[in-house]
């Protein structure tokens, strides 16, 4: 089964549309570096939930593409800290299989990706 990265060639990384949340469908699955991840977007607004491995502290990022501002738990990050974010974003969008994975959609959204 391909990567979320396969069926996103012909969409910028940073799509304003798209508003859901994409997840492993199960809590034993992981990253195959044994990381687990949920990315949630709304418009230019993200979200990550990153736990680098099992029993470690979940961190949230945020990041503000309109703003380009990103936080990490709240604490305001700056050019480092906006890599790796990309880094994680993109290690999920190339890591994680579709069939691993769930895209929850808000009622608004009337189940159009």
Known sequence: MPSIAGYLENVS???????????????????????????????????????????ANFQTFEYDQHKKKIFLDKKVGGADMLRAFKQKVNYFFTSARVDELVTILPPSHKGEI
């Not at 469908?25 to 230019?44: C, N, Y």
């Not at 993200?46 to 491995?53: C, D, M, R, S, T």
């Open 13 to 55: 990384q940073f799509d304003q549309n798209f508003i859901g949340t994409v997840a492993f469908r199960s809590e034993e699955l992981t990253l195959p570096d044994g990381s687990k991840m949920a990315l949630g977007i709304d418009g230019g607004y993200w979200v990550l939930i990153y736990q680098e491995k099992i029993g």
